[in-house]
């Protein structure tokens, strides 16, 4: 490092102006003017320019090797740091018409690096050619997004998209649907937990779910509308017991018997039911349906319950039938419960519930149960099922009669709780079907 010094003379006003000084560091050159000595001036000059020649390296290297590396996507499960073409999820967020808060926010919570002035994504299922590990993308194909169906393909009928309802539902080995008891590992396998981050960025379980299918979630249209803007939407829980263990076990006569891990799963798409409305105390059409990005895999921990699809089961009265819901007692004001909890109640008449709710004009879209101190929805969670024992064929199952909706605080003596009523939703969920 070296520099030279001249004298420029004077200036207009007779002045003698600054001493200009030449800096070279190495092959680089560097002008500067200043009163300091020149041999600082020139030290100080060519250690920035140096480290900044460093950063700029550094960010360049660092963007570059990004591509393909493992990170985290919004829901903190493993992922690969791809582009926006090869992450299917991504780029069904990106077709929708209109994105909603919870889409912008989860799109840049993807973003982890960048590449050829392109954005990275992490991504969970990313779609990667095969030689795609040795040389960076240039570019690649876009990837028919999961959620839209070819033309030709496209189900045009009730009958064809029930199909896509699983065959095998609702498998309870427990008869126990009296009390407010823990659940045991596989009781209740269709449970699902909603997690929202919040503001300050906790991560936070705040309604529940049903399973219905390996793709779809049922829960209540106001989990999704009526939280704080604050709030995005993260992962779908499936297979949860204990909210303090994974996986979840349970020693008898000391045997140990644990729970596959539990699955936490971003969901694709969410559907709230178009006339949903929540005036006052008055409540209509609360049923929101949570397309999965991915399918659920079924085990003894996790599986789909039965849907009420015949004219009968849509029908029917619930009217001091037994009717058991389950969860982990997490209600917006109440705080949540550890376990999975379960407590049988019974279904009340329309009109005794009428009375108990005078403003909220109680209608067949909805049903009412339970009434007794410290049961109710006490035990269950926000959009998360109301189910009763019943029969497809020759096999006993749980079928999925309601949806927590609203009540009186919480477990109030002789004031039910008010449920969305599922059979008179069922061509509106089977016709959201997709495969």
Request: with cysteine; glycine share 8%; charged share 20%.
């Amino acid at each position: 490092l070296w520099s030279r010094e001249r004298e420029s003379g004077l200036n207009r006003q007779g002045l003698e102006s600054d001493r200009e000084q030449t800096c070279y560091c190495g092959h680089l050159y560097v002008y500067t003017v200043s009163a300091m000595p020149s041999r600082i001036t020139c030290t100080l000059a060519c250690w920035m320019l140096v480290i900044a020649n460093v950063l700029m390296c550094m960010l360049f290297q660092t963007t570059e090797a990004q591509y393909l590396t493992q990170c985290r996507t919004p829901e903190q499960s493993a992922g690969s740091c791809v582009t926006v073409t090869q992450c299917p999820l991504v780029q069904n967020l990106l077709k929708k018409p209109l994105l909603t808060a919870n889409d912008v926010q989860y799109l840049e919570n993807s973003r982890c690096g960048v590449l050829n002035r392109k954005a990275l994504v992490c991504c969970a299922r990313p779609v990667i050619a095969t030689n795609a590990a040795t040389q960076a993308p240039s570019p690649v194909p876009s990837v028919v997004p999961t959620n839209i169906v070819p033309v030709d393909n496209r189900l045009e009928s009730l009958e064809q998209r029930q199909r896509l309802l699983p065959d095998e539902c609702g498998l309870h080995l427990s008869d126990r649907i009296i009390g407010g008891e823990r659940a045991k590992l596989d009781e209740y396998p269709w449970m699902a937990l909603l997690q929202h981050r919040r503001k300050t960025g906790a991560l936070k379980f705040h309604c529940g779910g049903a399973l219905i299918s390996t793709r779809y979630v049922l829960t209540a249209a106001h989990c999704i509308r009526n939280i704080p803007s604050t709030w995005i939407l993260t992962i779908v829980r499936l297979g949860e017991t204990d909210l303090q263990t994974n996986p979840d076990c349970t020693t008898l006569l000391d045997e140990t018997t644990c729970a596959d891990p539990v699955q936490d799963i971003a969901f694709e798409k969410i559907i709230v039911h178009p006339e949903y409305r929540a005036i006052g105390t008055e409540v209509r059409n609360d049923i929101a349906q949570i397309r999965l990005a991915q399918d659920a895999q079924l085990n003894d921990y996790v599986h789909p319950i039965c849907l009420p699809l015949d004219n009968a089961a849509r029908t029917q009265s619930y009217d001091g039938q037994r009717l058991v819901v389950a969860g982990w007692g997490q209600t917006e004001e109440d705080p949540l419960s550890q376990y999975k909890l379960f407590v049988g109640v019974d279904g009340v008449p329309e009109q005794i519930c009428r009375q108990k709710y005078p403003q909220a004009n109680i209608d067949q879209t909805q049903l009412c149960a339970g009434g007794e101190a410290g049961k109710d929805a006490c035990r269950g969670d926000s959009g998360g099922p109301l189910m009763y024992p019943g029969r497809r064929g020759y096999q006993e199952v749980m079928i999925l009669a309601g949806l927590v909706s609203f009540g009186k605080k919480c477990g109030i003596q002789g004031v039910p709780g008010v449920y969305t009523r599922v059979g008179q939703y069922m061509d509106w969920i089977v016709g959201n079907l997709e495969p």
